[in-house]
């Protein structure tokens, strides 16, 4: 690797010059796996002196870990926001964000590390995941040295013809943007193109750094302009950070919108607003709970959009929409709205009950990113940084709206049940929302049973749901876990982190429980044990043996990441079995467990084909469209 | 999912066409993980006679599964070839391949189904890695209904976009080619066209099926026509079997190529045969050794070459020869020779020890699948399938060639060591070549420490070597010997499967541990188990946090993935710990150990810095390449 060499007192290397960037945007962790190729970069991740290495067990659990992190970081900077509008609610969760606070917009970014070929492309899935589902994670790889590109040498991780553009060209249709870097020159303002385009579109980048560039003097000056995306200055100034004003046309467009959104709102007798993810993703939840609370309105989320805003029925939460896969009664009030404001929709089948939303285009109005739809007309570069804010002001009032069940948030649902029968889905989700979530708590959901059946537990305020219900990867939801433990770590105030998986998913990704275990993290690992995989059980194959996955010991899967080793002292874990609803309940109302001090698995034996309701009827639907 | 519809006699569902298709082939596993997309497939699947499927706990172990399987297929037809020529001999492991024994050239063939997006972007480094040391691989790709397709409806596992050709895209570079499947008509035909291109090239090839394909009707005679690449037919025949016939301006060129080789060969007074990856891959082993026999010389192998025909001394072997990072006595002897005969050569960084042949071009012939180098003069369409069996009756036999040291392949170079002393690498591959591997075993090496010790182990006869030498990614081998105990369980003869690893290698692919559990296979594990990536410390950042790893209890890996479950027994399953010589002695002379009658782990531990010699002069070699 090309040495370090010497820096005059205004110059930073290339490498420190990216992770100074990386710090001021609020990136603590870097994720990844060592390569010979990245290893003299680590050396100045090693010195900085606010970028931490997390080495990762493999690069696909570093893809989503970084996603994690990303997604966890952000809802703690919106909250951060809600903090600044309502001044000192209980149990909100505050991260040290210091003067992120002072703006919204994207700004829960995740980075990761891999090397050349071997290690880029075994993230790939992440980074399309993170694309899909607009986190903004960078991609950093570490490559031969642009000489040896040059020569075209048939070195290891390639494809034995020189090292081609074939590795950027697998992320061409996964990043919003990529850069090779080659030479010194533009280096530093590449990268700068890079994370900006990351941050205005929520959306994952691509970025090579060769060894003989890591140690090239860059000037420190260029770190005194920040990166801001000009959506987030939109928000209430004239002037943008770019010096750019905004021009009039813009704000004679604006007002037109808000006029023609007035219109509707007058005229309608029950509206709503419905929270989606990305209103979480480009950092609008403070903006839309301001509108919510000003026209006294009920929200509700879909599941992409939950804990947006805090789930508080006293602030107007109505429980969560999915169509035709909804609590009957929430659904039943929803439907009857006349004027259906979405922010930041994502309509996905998932995230719809299978596309089976009833409301006809005249009710709708859609508040996105860069554009608003109002009935069927289309307004480009009207976006909810700038229109949210807007209609806060110039909507009046609405007295007389529906109200929503009463149990929403309440967990008054959980189902009667004898405490020797075996846990059902029914009564499993309810009580986790009854009996073990509190405030502030991060509840990560898997792909499969574990992200329907969360719709049917109440979250407290303050708590921040991760899963990822559109690219649906199954494996995710594992590293993820630890990338929003470390990000929970950022918060000013203590967070618990849970996992909900199942025996078939976890399986995917299960090395990572040990970096959890290694770095001394406290998870509560709640695995559901139902041999095998239920999802894909009830689309399709019901006993069909390619269903079937190996059978983990769940209880000594703790011990076996905790061995004592020359470096590591094994770490105190627990592990719990619940086969029967006593048991849970037990180990539920346990103090040693709820206080999370320790890495916990909370293992429960449910039975093969029992699933949550809402799965049952999502794999009816999906079987009837593929079949279609 | 669409039905099945109602066939003719004379008809097969599309999905089984391909199934035949790979079973015509020798294709009898098929690897990866179900999906919602997949799934009426691999309904067709459990329902096939010849076609098994395989689980894994997820899609990149998949992928190396799959390579893994097809390299040791490969093997077994060569050594079913080489036993057709030289009749009878002991020891030699022979495959049931059937006709399959009448052909050389590529017919290793691995299958893999994943489902859209998020499975198969997982496996895209496995398949980049097939590319890249020419395995051919199919990736089959379960994808939504061509209807859903053309909808662009946002479908989980999408990008939220429809489903675009992103993910082909991704497969561009890395694949030898590629067929998204679209309609009725020319679905049976692209399927051949794909099978036929891996076979020719050696490499790996994408496909997708829409739900709505698999059960269209093909025509069962399609399935007469064999799939078969020219260069095999070639090897014997004036007429290929696709009718087309062998031209006389081709065998002009051959017997021009053939004079010119001769003329340079009765000059020489000390010529080799230097076998390398691709005579293993395009199935020319056999042929190169009847070269080798019908010359007298001596052949050397290049660490990709290994195994390529038997490593015996009796019958001409002579050493691996790396270059600089050779045994000093093989390095002397092989760079006396004054022409240097290449079949199949791929020079790699790792498989030429940095780029150090010493061999002007003026000494060099290089023999490839489809062309040849003599000295200087490129002859292309000149391939080693026509051109060895023309060499192994035009050169005449040398007389006192030089002799390679005695100590290749009789292992007397254990060096002496005390009974309580740490296990040392210098030590620990001499005595595997001694006093563990038996004729017929399959040995499979991971990236690091292993690919490198094992230079030091002589390979009995019949032994099969398995490792991603170019492509070099951590965590291949551990799904890799999955691949080969089923590959092996396709032999005639049993076969053990031994595997060299590293705890920082397993842990990016451990879970496939957990398929072999339950599928009831026997391998040995062998884990060495230094506390952290060596490779990478001894190319930089020798005590640098970022190389250490977390701590596994090896002993208990076993029991965590053998659990009762209402589908499984536990199996037997046995864990070994060495922490001294003489206590791996002990194991390695015991019985129960060599046997190999159930699953087994040997841990052995070693010094963290402790590394074979020659990986000790290639860190040295990268790192100094790196910082050119």
Redesign the interface.
């Known amino acids: 690797?090309?040495?370090p060499g010497q820096l005059a007192d205004n110059e930073v290397y290339l490498g420190t010059y990216f992770l100074d960037r990386l710090a001021q945007l609020g990136v603590k962790c870097l994720f990844g796996?060592?390569?010979?190729?990245n290893?003299?970069f680590?050396?100045l991740?090693?010195e900085h002196p606010d970028v931490k290495?997390i080495?990762n067990?493999?690069?696909?659990n570093a893809s989503y870990a970084a996603d994690g992190y990303a997604r966890v970081k952000q809802a703690q900077l919106n909250q951060d926001r809600e903090g600044d509008q309502a001044d000192s609610k209980p149990g909100q969760a505050k991260s040290g964000g210091g003067k992120d606070k002072t703006q919204g917009g994207v700004r829960g970014l995740g980075a990761l590390l891999t090397t050349q070929?071997?290690g880029e492309?075994?993230a790939?899935?992440g980074i399309?995941?993170a694309?899909?589902e607009r986190v903004p994670v960078i991609h950093l790889v570490g490559v031969?040295?642009t000489?040896?590109q040059k020569s075209r040498?048939?070195?290891?991780?390639?494809?034995?013809d020189g090292l081609?553009?074939?590795?950027e060209?697998?992320h061409?249709?996964?990043t919003c943007a990529r850069a090779f870097l080659q030479k010194a020159e533009d280096a530093a303002s590449e990268i700068d193109r890079i994370l900006l385009a990351a941050l205005t579109t929520a959306r994952p980048a691509y970025l090579t750094l060769p060894?003989d560039l890591v140690f090239i003097p860059v000037d420190k000056k260029r770190l005194e302009t920040p990166i801001i995306p000009d959506s987030v200055a939109f928000e209430n100034k004239d002037v943008l950070p770019t010096g750019k004003k905004v021009e009039d046309e813009t704000k004679k467009r604006l007002e037109f919108v808000v006029k023609e959104i007035e219109r509707l709102w007058e005229g309608a007798e029950d509206p709503i607003v419905l929270l989606d993810a990305c209103a979480i993703r480009y950092g609008v939840g403070h903006l839309a709970r301001d509108l919510v609370q000003a026209t006294k309105v009920k929200f509700y989320t879909t599941p992409m959009g939950r804990t947006a805003i805090d789930e508080d029925p006293e602030n107007g939460f109505g429980g969560v929409y999915v169509g035709e896969i909804s609590d009957p009664e929430v659904k039943e009030v929803v439907e009857k709205s006349d004027l259906v404001i979405m922010v930041g929709s994502?309509?996905?089948?998932?995230n719809t009950g299978e596309?089976s939303y009833p409301f006809s285009q005249e009710q709708v109005i859609e508040l996105h990113s860069d554009s608003t739809l109002v009935q069927y007309a289309h307004y480009p570069d009207v976006s909810f940084h700038m229109l949210l804010p807007a209609l806060a002001k110039a909507l009046k009032p609405k007295s007389n709206v529906s109200q929503p069940p009463k149990h929403v948030g309440l967990s008054t649902k959980v189902p009667e049940g004898d405490k020797d029968e075996m846990v059902t889905q029914k009564a499993f989700w309810p009580m986790m929302g009854a009996q073990l979530f509190k405030e502030g708590d991060i509840v990560v959901t898997e792909?499969g049973t574990s992200n329907f059946g969360i719709l049917g537990s109440a979250l407290p305020k303050g708590t921040t749901s991760v899963s990822q219900?559109?690219?649906?990867?199954?494996?995710f939801a594992n590293p993820a876990t630890l990338g929003a433990l470390l990000a929970a770590e950022e918060s000013s105030t203590p967070r618990r982190t849970i996992l909900f998986t199942g025996d078939g998913s976890i399986?995917?990704?299960?090395?990572e429980v040990?970096?959890m275990?290694?770095l001394g993290l406290k998870p509560i690992l709640v695995i559901l044990n139902n041999?095998g995989?239920t999802?894909?059980k009830l689309?399709?194959?019901e006993t069909?043996?390619?269903?079937?996955?190996?059978?983990?010991?769940?209880q000594?899967?703790l011990?076996?990441?905790?061995?004592?080793?020359?470096?590591?002292k094994?770490l105190p874990t627990k592990s719990w079995l619940a086969e029967t609803r006593g048991q849970l309940e037990d180990i539920l109302t346990n103090d040693e467990f709820q206080k999370a001090d320790k890495i916990q698995v909370l293992e429960v034996r449910m039975a093969?084909l029992d699933a949550p309701e809402s799965l049952i009827k999502q794999g009816k639907l999906?079987?009837e469209?593929?079949?279609?």
Do not use: C
């Not at 069909?544 to 769940?554: E, G, K, L, M």
């Open positions: 690797m090309s040495k796996v060592p390569g010979d190729f290893l003299t680590l050396d991740v090693e290495w080495g067990t493999n690069e696909l070929g071997v492309l075994s790939v899935n399309a995941g694309y899909a031969a040295s000489k040896l040498a048939v070195l290891h991780h390639t494809l034995g081609t553009n074939v590795f060209q697998a061409s249709g996964i060894t994502l309509k996905s089948d998932f596309f792909t219900v559109l690219w649906g990867s199954i494996g399986q995917l990704t299960i090395q040990a970096t275990v290694r041999n995989y999802i894909e689309i399709h194959g069909a043996s390619y269903n079937n996955i190996p059978s983990f010991d769940w000594s899967m011990s076996f990441f905790n061995a004592p080793a020359p470096n590591f094994p093969p999906s079987a469209l593929n079949a279609a």
